[in-house]
């Protein structure tokens, strides 16, 4: 089990990093390079200074406001930065200094950002979606949920994969003639088979118990606020993703 040192570095690396996925999460949507220009307002396009880029603590002395024009900042952004942070501790004392961390990391961190896209917007963009379906094959040999040699593992990840994509398909079809409108979107299917490539055709079930239990939770807590989620429809990539990260926490884990 890695020691608190090492616990208090991956917590810090995941503030940092929380910052850069709030920058995709904003600037991907927009078909904007995540690189440049550097961070700036999005109201009177001033330069963030460096001081003013500090993951939480530069809200927090800025009071959530923009040093230039005092426009409010979202609190979307210490909040993405401070789950990242958290579940980075988390994966690091789960996983532990691994061969399998490093990917688990990317994964996780792609994660993140595809569900406040998804959130925000109601997408999942495909450089995430079919992107973790590459990556899950080209990462199976580290990965805990395989076992057996190199080509057994791909082959298990590529059967995971097709199990995931085709059975969420099936399912959305049979859902779209039942409710007679699209019952899953494209980007939730893709993501599916990339919960496959990545956990194999037992973390597809998995996956699918956990989100559809988490979706209905959600739905439910909005109902009891009478606020009823826009269309009746819920961004589902959220879920499909806590699904996943139980998955990868989790690599010997079934709920059936």
């Known amino acids: ?56 603590l530069s809200y927090l002395v800025l009071g959530g ?48 950002v595809l569900s406040v896209i998804d959130i925000k917007l109601m997408i999942i963009p495909d450089r995430f979606s079919i992107g973790l379906i590459v990556f899950g094959l080209a990462c199976a040999f580290a990965n805990p949920a395989f076992s057996g040699g190199v080509w057994d593992r791909v082959i298990s990840s590529l059967i995971g994969g097709a199990v995931g994509f085709f059975g969420l398909w099936i399912t959305a079809i049979i859902g779209q003639l039942i409710f007679k409108k699209e019952a899953m979107g494209g980007g939730d299917i893709k993501l599916m088979g990339a919960i496959g490539a990545i956990s194999g055709w037992i973390g597809v079930i998995n996956a699918l118990i956990v989100s559809s239990f988490a979706g209905v939770l959600y739905f439910g807590v909005l109902m009891l606020l009478k606020k009823p989620a826009e269309n009746n429809a819920i961004p589902f990539g959220p879920f499909l993703s806590v699904g996943l990260m139980v998955n990868m926490l989790l690599p010997n884990f079934t709920l059936y």
């Open 1 to 56: 089990m890695p020691d608190i040192f090492i616990l208090c570095v991956s917590f810090i690396f995941g503030l940092v990093i929380g910052s850069f996925l709030n920058v995709c999460v904003y600037r991907i949507p927009a078909k904007m390079s995540i690189v440049w220009p550097p961070s700036s307002c999005p109201k009177c396009k001033s330069r963030i200074k460096w001081y003013d880029n500090i993951p939480i």
């Open 65 to 112: 406001k923009c040093r230039s024009c005092k426009e409010k900042i979202s609190l979307e952004y210490p909040i993405v930065e401070f789950l990242t942070a958290c579940l980075t501790l988390l994966f690091v004392w789960k996983i532990g200094l691994t061969l399998w961390l490093p990917f688990a990391l990317i994964i996780l961190y792609s994660l993140i």
